[in-house]
C-alpha cells in the first residue's frame, strides 16, 4: 500500500465553501489511484473558504510522477449542490516529492474536472498520451464555454453571453467587486449630491452654478482643471498628460485642409511656419475620424460634433500651446481659423468645440477601442486556444481579471440603446458606431507599440511628456520580463511556428480582433521568437499600463464639465465676433446631460477595494526557479519606477500618476 497525502486549498471567496463530498483520483505515468472521497477530521469544515484540509489517498502501487488530477463533488442526500472555488492541490508522494496542480476556479457542478501539474507545457514537450488528452478535453469545453459573438459589424468581436449569470463563474467580478461595483453605479449621483439635477433638463445660468455642482466632489486634479482650463498652456498640456494622449504629432508639413498662414499666428513676423517645423516646434492635433459622424439628439435637440484640426506652438520655455483651430475638415468661408488673437470667447467657444471632440475621440477611440475591446480579444482568444498548463497562458491570465464582465456591463450600461453614452453624448447612437469602424479600420500594430508609436508621431524630444516617458520605461520592463519568461521556453523560432496552440491564439486575434484587415502591421501568425515577445509585451501593455493611462484620469480632467463636454447644443461658429459668455454657455450641455456625465466619470475612475496592480500574481502558476525569478525581478522594477515617478511628481505642478506601477492595475477591469 502507497500513500500520498494531498492537501486542498479552497479559496477565500464569498461562498468559496462547500458542503457537498469532494472525490479526487490522482493520474501518474505508472497508474491512477482509485476515486477516493476526501475525509478529514474537520468533517463538514474541511472545504470551508479561505481553508487548506489534510487527506490522505492509498494506492496498491507507486504510480511515478503525478501527471494530472480528477475532482468532482457531489451533494450529500436531501441538501443541495452549491458552488466550491478550488485555489490548488498539493500532492505529496512517499518519497516527499511535492507535485503542486493550480486550479483557481469554480467547480459548481457533479462533472469530473481534470488539472494538471503546474510544470508549464508547451503542446510540443506534451508527450504522455494522459496529457494530452486532457489538454485537448479542457480546450473543447473552453471552446463550447466561450464563444465568439459579433455585437455590431466592423467592431472587434467579443464573448457570446445571453446575460451576466451565462458567463462562466471564473471570469465573473468577485463579490466584493460586484457589490461596490453596483453601489457605485446605483449611488453615483447621490454621492456626487445631484440626484436633484438629474432631470433638469435646463441650460446653465453662469460659471457659478457650475461650480456649486462640481465641488460636491473633486481631486486635487480636478480643482486644477476648475481653476486653469481657460489657460492655453494648460489646453496644450492635457495633449500630452490628460486622456488622450496619443493624438498629438509632430507637424514638417502643414495638411492641404488646414491653409494657415505666418501672418495669422506669427503676428509680429518674429517666426515663419517653415522655420519652426524644421526646429521641431510645430504640432498637429487631427480628428478628421468624426468628420461627418451623425450626431445625437438629446431632450429632442439635435446635438453638434466637429472634426477639428490643431495647431500647437512649443515655446521656448517649454510650453505648449494652441495657436490655430479649425472646426471643420474642408476650408470655406464659413468655416474660419481661429487663433489666439480673437476675442476671447470665439477663441474659448472653438477649444470647446476642440475638447468636445477630444471627449469622443477619447471614449470610444482611444479607451474603449483601443484598451477594453482589443482586451477581450486577447482574453478571449486565450481562454479558447491555450490550456492551463501553456506558458502563454500562465504569463497572461493574471491580465485578462474582470475583463470580459466589465465590458459586458460596458456594452449593457454604456453604449446600448438605453446606455448613459447612448443617451447622453454627442456621439451616442448611431454616431459612435461609424466612429468605431473608423477607428479600427485606420488602427495600425505601430500604433499599439509605444515605442514605435512615439517615433511614428515624431514626439520623441517634446519636454513635459510624461505619458511618453513613464510609458515607454515601463514598456522596456515587461518586455524585459516577456523576453526572460518566453525565451526560458521557447529557445528558437522553429519552436515558436511548431506550437499550433500558440499560431491558433495569434490567429484568432487577428480574425476576431482585427477583421483580417491587410495593411494593419498586426501578425496572423509568429515567424520568430522576437515577433512573439513584442506581441505579448503589447497585450500587457494594451490590459495595463495603457489603460490606466486613458482610464483613471477620466473624473480629474472631465470632472469640471468646461474642460471636457460631452456634447453641445449649438452650432459651430461660422464666423468671428459673435460668441458671449451667455452664447459660450448656451452652447454648453444641458443640467441633466452634465451630472449624468459627471456620474459616470466618477464611476469608471474609482479604485476597487480588490485592485490587482501591475505585477501582482497571487495566484500560484509557474512553479519553476526561472519565471518565479524573473516575476521577483519584475515586482521589484516595477517598486523601482514607482519611487521614481513619486519622486519626480512632487516637484510637478500637476503630478502624472497614471502610469506609476502603484497605481496601474493588472487587467482591464474598470
Not at 209 to 217: A, G, H, L, P, Y
Not at 579 to 586: I, K
Request: net charge negative; charged share 25%.
Amino acid at each position: 500500500m502507497v500513500k500520498y497525502k494531498v492537501t486542498v486549498y479552497t479559496g477565500s471567496n464569498f461562498s468559496a465553501t462547500t458542503l457537498n463530498k469532494v472525490f479526487i483520483k490522482l493520474v501518474g505515468e505508472d497508474g491512477e489511484s482509485f476515486r477516493t472521497k476526501l475525509v478529514s477530521l474537520k468533517g463538514a469544515a474541511s472545504f470551508y473558504r479561505g481553508t487548506s484540509s489534510k487527506f490522505s489517498v492509498c494506492t496498491d502501487l507507486d504510480i511515478g510522477k503525478v501527471l494530472l488530477i480528477e475532482l468532482d463533488k457531489q451533494p450529500i442526500l436531501l441538501t443541495p449542490k452549491d458552488a466550491w472555488f478550488v485555489d490548488k492541490v498539493c500532492v505529496k508522494t512517499p518519497d516527499k516529492k511535492v507535485y503542486t496542480f493550480p486550479i483557481y476556479r469554480w467547480i459548481d457542478d457533479t462533472n469530473v474536472h481534470r488539472f494538471r501539474e503546474a510544470t508549464a507545457l508547451r503542446v510540443i514537450d506534451d508527450t504522455h498520451h494522459l496529457g494530452r488528452y486532457s489538454r485537448e478535453q479542457e480546450l473543447k469545453k473552453r471552446a463550447e464555454d466561450y464563444n465568439w459573438h459579433v455585437y455590431a459589424d466592423g467592431l472587434p468581436h467579443c464573448i457570446k453571453t445571453s446575460g451576466l449569470a451565462s458567463l462562466p463563474c471564473e471570469v465573473q467580478f468577485s463579490f466584493t467587486k460586484t457589490s461596490e461595483f453596483a453601489f457605485t453605479a446605483a449611488t453615483g449621483l447621490l454621492e456626487l449630491n445631484l440626484k436633484g439635477l438629474a432631470n433638469q433638463r435646463t441650460l446653465w445660468k453662469d460659471f457659478e452654478e457650475i461650480d456649486k455642482v462640481f465641488c460636491n466632489k473633486s481631486t486635487d486634479i480636478s480643482e486644477y482643471v476648475k481653476k486653469h482650463w481657460r489657460e492655453d498652456a494648460f489646453f496644450g498640456y492635457q495633449y500630452l498628460n490628460g486622456n488622450n494622449p496619443i493624438l498629438i504629432r509632430r507637424c514638417t508639413s502643414l495638411p492641404d485642409n488646414f491653409p494657415v498662414t505666418d501672418e495669422m499666428v506669427f503676428v509680429h513676423g518674429c517666426k515663419s511656419f517653415s522655420d519652426e517645423m524644421q526646429k521641431g516646434n510645430i504640432y498637429l492635433c487631427d480628428y478628421k475620424t468624426l468628420d461627418g459622424v451623425m450626431t445625437n439628439v438629446i431632450n429632442e435637440k439635435r446635438q453638434y460634433l466637429v472634426a477639428p484640426l490643431v495647431l500647437l506652438h512649443k515655446t521656448p520655455d517649454d510650453k505648449l500651446k494652441p495657436i490655430a483651430i479649425q472646426l471643420k475638415q474642408t476650408p470655406s468661408d464659413d468655416n474660419p481659423i481661429f487663433v489666439p488673437s480673437d476675442s476671447e470667447y470665439d477663441w474659448l467657444v472653438a477649444k470647446a468645440f476642440v475638447k468636445s471632440a477630444d471627449f469622443s475621440e477619447h471614449q470610444l477611440n482611444v479607451h474603449l477601442l483601443r484598451t477594453h475591446l482589443l482586451a477581450e480579444v486577447f482574453s478571449l482568444s486565450l481562454l479558447r486556444n491555450m490550456p492551463m498548463v501553456h506558458p502563454l497562458y500562465k504569463l497572461l491570465i493574471p491580465h485578462t481579471r474582470y475583463t470580459l464582465q466589465i465590458n459586458f456591463l460596458a456594452r449593457r450600461l454604456l453604449i446600448s440603446d438605453t446606455g448613459v453614452f447612448t443617451q447622453f453624448a454627442s456621439s451616442g447612437g448611431k454616431g459612435m458606431f461609424t466612429i468605431l469602424r473608423r477607428s479600427l479600420s485606420s488602427m495600425t500594430y505601430t500604433s499599439l507599440c509605444i515605442p514605435d508609436d512615439i517615433a511614428e508621431r515624431g514626439v520623441e524630444s517634446l519636454p513635459n511628456y510624461y505619458y511618453r516617458d513613464d510609458g515607454l520605461r515601463l514598456w522596456d520592463i515587461i518586455h524585459r520580463f516577456v523576453k526572460g519568461v518566453l525565451s526560458y521556453y521557447y529557445k528558437n523560432d522553429q519552436e515558436v511556428k511548431d506550437d499550433v496552440e500558440l499560431q491558433k491564439w495569434i490567429q484568432d486575434i487577428y480574425e476576431h480582433g482585427f477583421l483580417s484587415q491587410d495593411g494593419t502591421g498586426i501578425p496572423q501568425s509568429f515567424s520568430t521568437v522576437e515577433e512573439m515577445v513584442k506581441f505579448v509585451t503589447m497585450v500587457i501593455f494594451t490590459c495595463s499600463a495603457q489603460h490606466g493611462a486613458v482610464n483613471s484620469g477620466q473624473y480629474d480632467y472631465g470632472g469640471w464639465m468646461p474642460n471636457t463636454p460631452i456634447t453641445l447644443q449649438q452650432p459651430p461658429p461660422i464666423k468671428k465676433g459673435t460668441a458671449t459668455e451667455a452664447s459660450f454657455l448656451q452652447t454648453l450641455p444641458n443640467v441633466d446631460t452634465t451630472v449624468q456625465g459627471m456620474a459616470t466619470m466618477w464611476l469608471l475612475s474609482r479604485q476597487s477595494s480588490d485592485f490587482a496592480g501591475l505585477g501582482c500574481y497571487p495566484d500560484f502558476h509557474f512553479s519553476e526557479e526561472k519565471p518565479l525569478n524573473l516575476i521577483h525581478t519584475f515586482q521589484e522594477e516595477l517598486i523601482q519606477l514607482s519611487i521614481k515617478i513619486k519622486e519626480r511628481n512632487k516637484s510637478l505642478e500637476v503630478p502624472y500618476t497614471y502610469m506609476d506601477p502603484s497605481e496601474v492595475e493588472n487587467s482591464v477591469a474598470i
